[in-house]
Each structure stands twice: as C-alpha cells, then as structure tokens.
C-alpha cells in the first residue's frame, strides 16, 4: 500500500514537473504552429501538449509532415488528439501501414485507431476483421491481393476465411519474389530470416523499389539478392536520391551506390548535411570514398563526435588527418581504445591502431612495441610545414627514435615554440627538437636566454649573438648532451627505455579478447597498468 502512494506521489510529481517545464518553455509556441496543421482551436491543441509533454520532443518539420499525411488519408482532428502516441510512429511507417490497410481492403475501417494497431489487426483472420466491420462482408482476399500487382501473381496455398491476414501476404510476397527475382527457396529462407520485416511493407512499394533498382540503379538480380536489405527501402528515397545528390567524392552517384549500397537506406536530406560538415573539415574525396560508412551516421551525431574529438589532446591533433573520418565512425571504440593504452603507458597509438578491427589491435598490444608507423607524424608534419612537410618527414627520419615520439607531443612543442616568438623556419631547421620531451627543451633555453658567463665559457660562445634558430639548436645540442648524443633523449623521465627496441612490458587481461572487442572497456583494466 505504502509503495502504491509512493508510486502516485512520484507520478504526480513527474507529471507536474513536465507541466511545468512545458508551459514555461515551447508549449505555446508549438500550440501555434501545429494547431493549423491539425486543424483544431489553438487553446485546445495547447491543452493537448501540456497533458502529451513527450510530443515537444519530436523533431517540429517531421511532426508537421506526419500531421500533413494523416490529413491528406482523411484522419479527423479529433481522432489525432485523441491518439497523440501514433505521432511518435515515423512517418515512412504511418504510410506503410496504411498502404498495407488500404491493399487489405480496409477503406471505409481505415481510422487513426485502425493504423494505430496496424500490427494486432495484420495479425488477426479475415472473418474477425470482416466480424468488427473493418473490411466488407463480401471481399475475396485473395483477388482482392491479387490485384496489387502489376505482374500475375497467384501463389498456390490452402485459404478460407480462417487465414491470418499476415500469412496471406506473406505468401503473395514469396510468390512475388519468386516470380519478378528467381527467388530460390534458398534466397526465401534468407530473406525471411534476416529481413522478416519485409512482411511490414506495402506490396506497392516493394514493386515501386525493385524496378528502381533494376532500371534506375541498373541492378542485377544477383545484386539485389546480395543486398536483400534494399527491399526496405522508402522508393520515394530512392528517386530522390540522385537530383539531389548526383556526385560524393567527385564519383556518379550510381557508382558510389555499386561499391556501397547501404548509403540509400539512408535519407537524403542526411546525407547532404554529412557531405557539408565533411566539405567544412575539407576532407579529400578519396577518404570520403573509402569511408561511405560514415554517411550512415546522422549530422548531429558527427558533431557531437567532433566535439568529443576536439576536447581530447590526443584526438584533436589528428583532426586534420586525411583520415580522421575512421576516428568519427569509430568514436567510441578509439576513446575506449585509448583509455585502454594510456594505462598501459602507450604514448605513440597511431590512427589506424585505434580504429582498426580487434585482431590488429589485439596484436598490437600484445607485442607490445610503442612506436608509430610514421604515418601519422606524417600527416602532423605536412599540417605543420605545408608543401615542407615531407622535407621535415625526411630530417626527421634520421633520428634513431624518431618513430618513439606520439604526434601529440611535436605539435604541443610546435605551439608552445611559436608563442615563445619562434617562426616555423626556425623550427624547421632544427626539426629534430619535436622529438624532445617539451620541459627539456624550456629548461634548456630558459638557460640559453639567461646568459650565465659559465655556460658561455663552457659552450665556447657569445650567446647575445645568437638568433633564434641558433639559439633552436644550442639547445637541441645540450639536451643530446646529456645523453651523451646517443638520441636516448626523447624518452620522458617516466618511460625508462634503455634503447630503442623496448618493448611494454605488461600483464594483459584475458578480457582483451573477449568483452573488450565489443567495444566495453576490460572490466580488470585499471589493474592491469
């Protein structure tokens, strides 16, 4: 009894709480722009949102699409405000399931509640739904589902009223297949065992979706059946799709949907705002080509994600790589990923590392080598130096180390160089000096810049003459110094390397190869550094 008035209190409180929150912040304002749409008084559609606080959630132009298409198949207002939770359907789904109804025959029971409960009624017999007067007494269903195909379709199967609607189509979809696609009873299996939902979509639109492919698309048969996913698709979409986006990455669209069919379950509209943030990161279009997967992702989602990027230091100075699409698809795992090797003092994870499948990974970790490919300083140094970069790549090469020594740390050294007044030039004629943990480098010309008569006697020079890029590679010349020029300088203090083939030396958890390739952070991992 007493949990029973906690649960009220607390439904009271929410209730109210959204009450509140709504009347203080859209709900007058939504009022007024779907009143018009629904076709209702304005204080009563504000009524309606203050006791539907949810609805203010949904996105406004897609809300006011899908009122425009209940009005435009004779839903009354009332009926709308009486059923507000058939909003939250999206809108390819409320037209599929009144196709459906409609290709079932139900015309005059074709009712807001009816689409509501779309998916009760395809499962009900046809006697039921002729019993509560939501299809004629009279009606044949299977002349009346024969009659939405533009080719003969006549599957051989046992009926009487007694059939579920749902198995009735379903075996008129078969037959369609079977007839328009040489469908096997191979291809059937498949199709229902991976892409069951097909049985939620209207026999017109299928039809509509495989002569678009065939004839706009020019695809094959085999290429459909490889691509049986492509039979969910909105058609509509799919015209759609080439006026508005006739090129990405400089290819025919036709080409880019051969090499990655995916891309058209994917609305249009999304896909051109992907391609505008992807033209604001100037991406070049042979990485967009290699990265389709991306276009999958919303807009919102790829800010968000940009956002994330640029609030860590290791991924922010790769967001200028060519590449740096991997790092957006593949966020979450990258971050875990690099959570994972900081404990485990890896410095110098490239890109490629951190969103490479689990096998590479796996195996990079467990040889146990901090060191980078070069591709990434690379791609750093030509960011830095421009049309030099490769010059730098060259110098830099000629370090014994060089390969030791994360991005991260050659771009801070370039920042904090460049606000200590030093010009690129300078930097680039001493370009080893990236490679040099940063608090060396400070403390050797802050020594330089004082002037102490001792360390000129013992360098043998006049340091007032000397200008910065000298100055560059004073230091650069004290810091190898210590290290007797043996380049084992480029080793922070905390990493203690004898030379440069150490390797981590660390306890792996057996959970590396297993949660851990889902992308779920080890559960032992902060015991494992």
Known sequence: MLRNRTMLRLRIFYRTMCQKIVKENTSPDAARI??????????????????NPALLELDREETIRKLSYLKYVYITPDEILEQPHVLFNHLITLENRTTILRECGLVEGLTLNAIGNYLKLIRKSIVMLKRNYLIPKDLDMYEQLKRQFECPVEPKLRWDDGTRLQDMRIAFFNEFLTKRLDFGPTELEKLWKSYSKIKHKSFGHTQRVVDILQYDYQFSRDKLIANMFLLHA?????????VE?????????????????????????????VMGILKQLDIPDGEVLKCLSVFTLSSKTIEYRLERLMSVKEFEVLTKH?????LIQYHTKAAIRL?????????????????????????????????????????????????????????????????????????????????????????????????????RIEEKLTALESGDPKLQEEMGVELYRADKTQLLALALYLVELEFHFTGDGVWPEQVQQSDSSSTINVELPSS?????KFGKKPSNANSSS
């Open 34 to 51: 779907y009143a018009p749409h629904i076709g209702a008084d304005y204080r009563v559609v504000h009524k309606w949102l203050l006791n």
């Open 234 to 242: 909105d058609p509509e979409n799919l015209l759609r799709f080439p």
């Open 245 to 273: 986006i006739p090129t990405i990455g400089g290819i025919e669209l036709k080409q880019v949907v051969a090499k990655y069919p995916k891309i058209m379950m994917v609305n249009y509209e999304s896909v051109k705002r």
């Open 322 to 326: 060519p590449r740096v699409l991997k």
């Open 339 to 439: 959570d994972y090797l900081q404990q485990l003092k890896v410095r110098c994870a490239s890109l490629d590392v951190l969103s490479s499948n689990s096998q590479n990974f796996e195996r990079y970790v467990r040889e146990g080598c901090d060191r980078t490919k070069g591709k990434d300083t690379g791609h750093v140094l030509r960011h830095i130096f421009k049309e030099r970069g490769d010059a730098a790549l060259q110098k830099i090469k000629r370090h014994p180390n060089w390969f030791h020594v994360p991005v991260l740390q050659m771009q801070e050294t370039v920042d904090t160089l460049l606000k200590k007044k030093f010009t690129l030039d300078d930097i680039f004629n001493n370009v080893h000096i990236l490679l040099y943990p940063l608090n």
């Open 512 to 516: 590396l190869s297993g949660e851990y």
